[in-house]
């Protein structure tokens, strides 16, 4: 086995910070001064690992994070992150003192919640920082436009709370037809404009994800919240593209464990399922389907080994997949423990893309990199 450094798994994933600084700098290029940019890193900040990429995106200058919940927003306190947090999600009542304790930014969108939250800051004589959701078209969690006015009324008015945010989310920016995203922020505008007239609008006024970031630059507003292009990653891989020049961060990697001989007519995996029908060379991969390797209804398909696609054969099992290296062997000589497996990243002249694997699975880039668990382990690279 070569004499790298490996983590300590024989399966891990490879984090580049250059390339996390390098997009987020891309994406400042694009707004004007006075818009801060919202780095989302929920879920792991998708499957990058949340404490190490915030890290290295409030160095590299992320002026807020987002997360989905108030445990994720927590870790990113432990971790040492100062930068403003908002909760994407819905946060109950009951945990306004963890958030309190934390200083964490909070989503309200009904005034029941809101109140209680109130109540909670009040006796602790503090101010809970929350921006109001408004619904306009995803039909998810936030007030009706025309509640609006009511709700941030109400809000203004108790002291344990300070409005400081007022969001709404888009459906389709990642589409080509941009109408209906269109529709939306007009409906978020007429509300902002409204709200000014009585006094009631927050500072902060924010829609734009990284798909309306890249192609509605007049939805910036004073905030953009971006997730997917921090990663390099398309928002969607037909109809909304990255432009040039940002680059992947992620790359998912293994080793070979165990290489073998089949004979013809021996089964692999579970069930049975793969009979060989001549000679093989079988190699062992120690990812499975509890590391987010999915086992149904469709497969990664193949990996690759010494810039070969190794299909998978069989079932993908727990922690274990094997794969044939019949034809990498007779190119490229033999496949031996230790060799180095790529599953999402470049080797060679070979590439599986997280947009590719998507295809192959049946889903979307966002699934591919937020699913792969936690006991993988991230390494952060130049
Ligand atoms: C409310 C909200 N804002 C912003 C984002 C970031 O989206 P993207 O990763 O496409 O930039 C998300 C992600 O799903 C979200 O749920």
Redesign the pocket.
């Known amino acids: 086995m070569a004499s790298l450094n490996y983590p300590p798994r024989t399966t891990w994933i490879e984090v580049s910070r250059g390339a996390l600084t390098h997009n987020l700098h891309l994406l400042r290029g694009r707004l004007a001064p006075s818009t801060q940019l919202m780095a ?1 890193v ?1 879920a792991n900040a ?1 499957g990058h690992g949340a404490a190490e990429t915030a890290r290295i995106l409030q160095t590299a200058g992320a002026d807020r994070f ?1 997360v ?1 919940t108030l445990s994720e927003a927590v870790e990113l306190r432990q971790a040492g992150i100062e930068r403003p947090i908002l909760v ?1 999600g819905y946060t109950p009542a009951w945990h306004s003192e963890l958030a309190l304790a934390y200083a964490i930014t909070l989503t309200v969108f009904e005034l029941e919640t809101a109140a209680a939250m109130h109540a909670v800051a009040r006796d602790s004589g503090r101010r809970v920082p929350v921006h109001v959701k408004v619904n306009t078209g995803m039909n998810r969690l936030g007030v009706r436009p025309a509640e609006a006015p009511a709700l941030l009324t109400a809000l203004t008015a108790l002291d344990g709370l300070s409005v400081e945010g007022i ?1 709404t ?1 888009f459906a389709t920016s ?1 589409e080509i037809d941009r109408s209906y995203a269109e529709a939306q922020f007009a409906c978020f505008g007429e509300l902002l404009d409204t709200l000014a007239s009585v006094g009631l609008r927050p500072p902060l006024a924010h829609a734009a ?3 309306a ?1 890249l192609t509605m630059p007049h939805t910036h507003l004073n905030l953009v ?6 990663y390099g990653l398309d ?1 969607d891989r037909e109809q909304c593209v990255l432009p040039v020049g940002f680059r992947p961060a992620l790359a998912w990697k293994a080793i070979v464990t165990h290489v073998s001989d089949l004979k013809p007519g021996e089964a692999v995996s579970y069930g049975r399922e793969f009979i060989a029908s001549r000679a093989l060379r079988a190699a062992i991969i120690p990812v499975g389907y509890a590391d987010g390797f999915p086992r149904r209804p469709q497969t990664w398909s193949s990996v690759l080994i010494h810039g070969q696609a190794a299909p998978i054969l069989g079932r993908v099992c727990m922690d274990q997949t094997v794969v044939d290296v019949t034809d990498i062997e007779a190119q490229t000589g033999p496949v031996a423990q230790g060799d180095e497996v790529i599953l999402i990243g470049v080797q060679g002249a070979a590439s599986i893309s997280a947009e590719a694997a998507s295809v192959r699975v049946g889903t979307n880039n ?1 699934d591919i990199v937020s699913r792969i668990l936690a006991r993988v382990p991230r390494i952060y690279v130049a």
């Open positions: 989302v929920k998708y987002a989905a994407l969001f989310h990642d994800n990284t798909a970031l919240r971006t997730g997917i292009a921090l928002p966002y």
